[in-house]
């Protein structure tokens, strides 16, 4: 499967907890973008990575949630002392690079559900 | 921020009928993107519009990117069951926004 690759695909936690996401685009893909989805809305733009530099942040992105790309290729998400408005769909997507024309594709998602 | 205003909201229809769906935006666009997402699932993409004017098609699926660069829409011809799904459209300038979504659904 050469698609974009989400684990996991389902996490439930503790309000309190810290959780981590990982995803692993496609391979040729130089970007790399996360999204946050809820019921009965479209994605909304987190965060996004050219390579290994994380190039720009939503003011969505609370200072409990922090993006790693370290090596240009697999990236994390992780949100610090979960609250229960973190409860959503978190997509990731890629895209070949040479500016934001081209299609973002994304995996299926990790769904957080915070008790 | 740039908004989209995707419509309608949901439809049902019978199999075999055409479906439109429209997505409309106050800001330009330099791509046009329409995905379909089933539950549980990312979206998948269907159709990418680069040029203004643009008619594109991917099987029974049309889709237009609008002459102002700000609308497109969605057509899709003889429904059949697996259309069922949520379809988004998503404008494409320094970043990608979503509609809300189309809520498809086809009875037999």
């Known amino acids: 499967d050469t698609g974009v690759s989400q684990n996991p695909r389902h996490k439930i936690t503790k309000r309190g907890q810290n959780v981590t996401f990982r995803c692993d685009p496609i391979?040729?893909?130089?970007?790399l973008y996360w999204y946050r989805q809820t019921l009965g809305q479209g994605p909304e733009f987190l965060t996004y990575?050219?390579?290994?530099?994380?190039?720009?942040k939503s003011r969505l992105l609370s200072d409990r949630f922090s993006a790693e790309r370290p090596k240009g290729s697999f990236s994390t998400l992780e949100i610090q002392r979960t609250e229960q408005g973190d409860s959503a769909m978190y997509l990731c997507?890629?895209?070949?690079?040479?500016?934001?024309?081209?299609?973002?594709?994304f995996g299926d998602g990790t769904r957080l559900s915070i008790l | 921020g740039q908004q989209l205003n995707q419509s309608p909201q949901s439809m049902f229809i019978q199999e075999g009928e055409d479906v439109s769906m429209n997505c409309t935006s106050s800001?330009?666009?330099?791509?046009w993107l329409w995905y379909k997402q089933d539950p549980g699932e990312g979206p998948v993409l269907l159709i990418a519009?680069?040029?203004?004017?643009e008619l594109t098609s991917n099987g029974r699926l049309t889709a237009q990117f609008g002459i102002t660069r700000k609308d497109s829409f969605l057509n899709i011809s003889a429904s059949i069951p697996s259309d069922v799904g949520i379809y988004f459209c998503?404008?494409?300038?320094?970043?990608?926004?979503f509609g809300a979504g189309t809520r498809l659904t086809v009875k037999p």
């Open positions: 519009l680069y040029k203004a004017g």
């Open positions: 990575f050219q390579n290994e530099a994380q190039l720009e």
């Open positions: 800001s330009i666009f330099n791509t």
């Open positions: 997507a890629s895209s070949l690079g040479g500016g934001h024309n081209q299609p973002q594709h």
């Open positions: 998503a404008g494409l300038y320094n970043d990608m926004r």
């Open positions: 391979s040729e893909h130089n970007r």
